[in-house]
């Protein structure tokens, strides 16, 4: 497999865009997440507001391409999501990844679509989504 096709132009963008969404103390909810197949490393900080939704995201991210994309698809599309919408899209995320399910709903995912024929990354796809599933168990 190659991976000019995995590392695309939009790939590499969004990788960048994480310098958009900093990790910063005053987020109180907070979750970590490592992939074991390829040991990028995620930390993550939600807030809420008053409705329940996240209002705000920040990341750390020690990732490749693929995992800061992921990270920064996930965060430019936070805004708004509950509880709820976060722990649904996951689970649509994992089942896509097995096979099992379409493209999650989620804006922006289909500019990773290409990683999932690249299971050394399903761990880095997945790296936001477990990490905000942990921050969220403290609510």
């Known amino acids: 497999m190659s ?4 590392y695309t132009p939009d790939v590499l963008a969004l990788a960048i865009e994480l310098a958009r969404h900093p990790l910063t ?6 979750g970590e997440a490592r992939s074991r197949s390829c040991g990028s490393t995620i930390a993550l900080g939600l807030a809420f507001d008053d409705a329940g939704a996240i209002a705000r995201v920040g990341l750390r991210s020690h990732a490749c391409a693929i995992g800061q994309a992921s990270a920064a698809i996930f965060a430019r599309n936070a805004p708004g ?14 089942a896509w990844l097995a096979g099992e ?9 289909a500019a990773i679509s290409a990683a999932r024929d690249y299971p050394a990354r399903h761990g880095a796809v997945l790296l936001p989504w477990n ?9």
């Open 3 to 6: 991976t000019a096709v995995l």
């Open 81 to 94: 999501a509950s509880v709820k919408d976060i722990l649904a899209t996951r689970a649509a995320v994992v």
């Open 131 to 139: 990490a905000a599933v942990e921050a969220i168990s403290h609510i």
């Open 25 to 30: 103390d005053d987020l109180p909810l907070r």
């Open 101 to 109: 399910g379409a493209l999650p709903q989620w804006p922006g995912f």
